[in-house]
T-cell receptor
Framework: EPEVTQTPSHQVTQMGQEVILRCVPI?????FYWYRQILGQKVEFLVS????????KSEIFDDQFSVERPDGSNFTLKIRSTKLEDSAMYFC???????????????FGPGTRLTVL | QKEVEQNSGPLSVPEGAIASLNCTYS??????FFWYRQYSGKSPELIMS????GDKEDGRFTAQLNKASQYVSLLIRDSQPSDSATYLC???????????????FGKGTKLSVKP
């Protein structure tokens, strides 16, 4: 069964460093998402992406964050200058459809645990 | 602020019993609702989606939706120890927010099934 994959599974970085988290969405899916979950807290939406551009972003997704689809399979999240409060699990998700009236089932990858020291 | 509320639990049920998990949401424009299962340290796994009022059954799982009451529930029949996990209710942000499809999650209900 096709699944979303993410690398690395765990990333440790120093405050102020740049990190790139990588995702390979399910191959016939067109919509991609990043969510994060700080330990013990809710899963929070960061950004959605379709047709090589951002569809929507949350207040969390400030200028320090960017997303890219550098080729036909990868989808990346870059944090330019990490802060201590960026420590969290970052989940990539993908869906075949989007929009509020369609069956927007989002499937999550295994996540990348980001630790900022 | 759009909210999805769940009782954090823990909800403890004996093996073989029915587990009942509940969720309320604030956004009246929401049309799509999901239940995810999350084992400790793992990612959310989609187990049910529901879009219309009423019940939807899939194996041992039944999702129930009442849009008028802004209420979603999940029943797990014949609960097994392997069902022990945190169950996340997720709501697709509604049309009035202009959303393209981001999910709003509750904090989750921790379920423990005792052998």
């Amino acid at each position: 069964e096709p699944e979303v994959t993410q690398t690395p599974s765990h990333q440790v970085t120093q405050m102020g460093q740049e990190v790139i988290l990588r995702c390979v969405p399910i191959s016939n899916h067109l919509y991609f998402y990043w969510y994060r979950q700080i330990l013990g807290q809710k899963v929070e939406f960061l950004v959605s992406f379709y047709n090589n551009e951002i569809s929507e972003k949350s207040e969390i997704f400030d200028d320090q964050f960017s997303v890219e689809r550098p080729d036909g399979s990868n989808f990346t999240l870059k944090i330019r200058s990490t802060k201590l409060e960026d420590s969290a699990m970052y989940f990539c998700a993908s869906s075949r459809t989007s929009g509020v009236f369609t069956y927007n089932e989002q499937f999550f990858g295994p996540g990348t645990r980001l630790t900022v020291l | 602020q759009k909210e999805v509320e769940q009782n954090s639990g823990p909800l403890s049920v004996p093996e073989g019993a029915i587990a009942s998990l509940n969720c309320t949401y604030s956004d009246r424009g929401s049309q799509s609702f999901f239940w995810y299962r999350q084992y400790s340290g793992k990612s959310p796994e989609l187990i049910m989606s529901i879009y219309s009022n009423g019940d939807k059954e899939d194996g041992r799982f039944t999702a129930q939706l009442n849009k008028a009451s802004q209420y979603v529930s999940l029943l797990i029949r014949d609960s097994q120890p392997s069902d022990s996990a945190t169950y996340l209710c997720a709501v697709l942000e509604g049309i009035y927010g202009g959303s393209q499809g981001n999910l709003i999650f509750g904090k989750g209900t921790k379920l423990s099934v005792k052998p």
